[in-house]
């Protein structure tokens, strides 16, 4: 157990306060939250260089919570279905916590603390940061954050930002801005939009048929990793061949190997879009990231299931930013005229290019391998695959719901990923499946 030997006041200024509505991204998070029950606590623990002092981790925090208005913001409580309220504050304080190493692990533990107690929005920031001491040395610091403050995409941002103390206007509107305008009609308009999209896809689609998991585990949920060392000159070679980029070989080899195990031949998966490609999101460090719709027929032949993905995809991206609400209500009503199948909980998010938030290391051996890292009945989606990587090595990260999808046939899509995307390409693939 970590100890806490010490606190240290930090005081912080920035621009920027008012009350407002919650941004849609802000929503997204909080409506998450909500119904799965979980923090979804973002950071961790990272080294220190020699010589750091706890007034070096002071200043740190302090730059952080004066310049970004998402970590300044606090929460109004929620009333009934209403959500909260976002509460931005100019000035304040907040406490840097001095920890005692007492082993090795003490970092990562005080960073375990710090994600799974849960926030009291109304009455804390929503940042949590730690120096572990050894003696008069730091070794240590732990930065947590809830979702609320970033996304995958912000993260980068900040990391890269804070590392170079950059000083330069902050890029991106903030979400208490961000409120304002989406309340505007322009916002109204790209809102109905992208609830159009999703209903209309929902109701061309065939309803998809997934055959029972033939594993229901307990735990339920599942968390594995893939590393592929085959992957990414197979992808390059296919992209090549069609005249595309990696992003759609890859999106069309996952839909063709979750067709092959499953037998769904017409997929809708959402597809996590960082939105910041939207000008006045561009660099924002809060949450805009949110889903969108892609459906995909994976029949015919490759190269054309890889043109479908293409635009499949920019068609999701372009619809991928919405009040989650009012999606939800649309969607609800489109199962229950069309049957829950219709809503086909399955996610891929490609983060190659959108900054990974850690270095992915080459498998062990010389061929790709694949591992269950942990096992826990904590809700979450039916089937989540997340992708980082290089040139070198493709991770992919997967969730599944033993429910939904057997671990074992879950485990067997990445397999059969590198398979079907060594069939269209120069590249031959040598690591047999499992």
């Known amino acids: 157990m970590d100890e806490v030997v010490g606190r240290r006041t930090v005081a912080f200024a920035g621009e920027g306060a008012g ?251 959402r597809l996590m879009a960082s939105n910041r490609f939207r000008a006045e999101l561009d660099g924002s460090v809060c949450p805009v990231s949110q889903n969108g719709l892609c459906v995909l027929d994976t029949t015919g032949a490759f190269g054309d299931v890889v043109r479908r993905a293409r635009g499949a995809a920019m068609t999701a991206y372009k619809h991928a930013y919405y009040d989650r609400r009012a999606l939800e209500a649309r969607v609800a009503a489109v199962v229950a005229d069309r049957g829950p199948g219709v809503d086909l909980d399955v996610n891929f998010n490609d983060r190659r290019f959108g900054g990974s938030l850690r270095t992915v290391p080459l498998p062990a051996g010389p061929d790709s391998e694949f591992a269950w890292v942990s096992a826990h009945d904590d809700p979450q989606s039916g089937f989540f695959l997340s992708v980082d990587g290089s040139d070198e090595v493709l991770e992919m990260t997967l969730y599944v719901d033993s429910h939904f999808l057997a671990p074992d046939d879950a485990a067997g899509v990445l397999w059969a990923m590198e398979t079907t995307a060594a069939r269209d390409s120069t590249v031959g693939i040598a690591a047999p499946a499992p």
């Open 19 to 269: 009350v407002g509505e919650l941004s849609w991204g802000q929503l997204d998070v909080w409506l998450k939250m909500r119904r799965l029950g979980r923090t979804f606590a973002m950071g961790g623990a990272r080294p220190l260089s020699p010589g750091t002092t706890v007034d070096d981790v002071a200043a740190e925090l302090a730059y952080l919570m004066g310049r970004y208005q998402s970590m300044r913001t606090r929460f109004e409580p929620a009333a009934g279905d209403r959500p909260p309220r976002q509460v931005v504050h100019d000035h304040g304080t907040i406490d840097l916590e001095i920890i005692a190493a007492g082993h090795g692990q003490d970092a990562e533990d005080v960073a375990r603390r710090y994600r799974t107690a849960p926030f009291d929005y109304a009455g804390e920031w929503p940042v949590r940061m730690g120096v572990v001491v050894d003696g008069d040395r730091c070794t240590h610091a732990v930065l947590v954050m809830s979702h609320l403050v970033f996304d995958g995409a912000g993260a980068v941002v900040m990391m890269a930002e804070t590392a170079a103390r950059t000083t330069a206007p902050v890029r991106g509107i903030a979400p208490l801005e961000q409120a304002r305008q989406l309340a505007m009609p322009a916002a109204q308009r790209h809102n109905a939009a992208a609830l159009r999209h999703w209903e209309t896809r929902l109701r061309q689609i065939p309803v998809p048929v997934m055959p029972p998991s033939r594993d229901v585990r307990s735990p339920r949920y599942h968390h594995g990793v893939f590393r592929s060392t085959a992957l990414p000159a197979a992808l390059a070679a296919a992209a090549r061949e069609h005249g595309t980029d990696t992003a759609a070989v890859l999106l069309a080899v996952f839909a063709m190997a979750f067709a092959e195990v499953t037998g769904v031949l017409v997929l809708p998966l």
